[in-house]
């Protein structure tokens, strides 16, 4: 009986990107709630900032 292992080719750039692609996503997210003209949107986003904690006055 004879065994494989594979290993995966993992890279250092793959990394970056996909921080890099989170964190804009995620800079995305709170500029559009914090900065949105749509009360509605505004408010979900100001609830969830102290649901998690976050003091925003």
Known sequence: MT????????SQTA??????ATALIGLGIVLFAGFAQIEAVHNV???TR??????CH
Do not use: C, R
């Open 45 to 47: 986003g100001h609830d």
């Open 50 to 55: 102290h649901a998690f904690g976050f003091a």
């Open 3 to 10: 065994t494989a292992t594979q290993t995966l080719a993992h």
């Open 15 to 20: 990394d970056m990107k996909a921080i890099i």
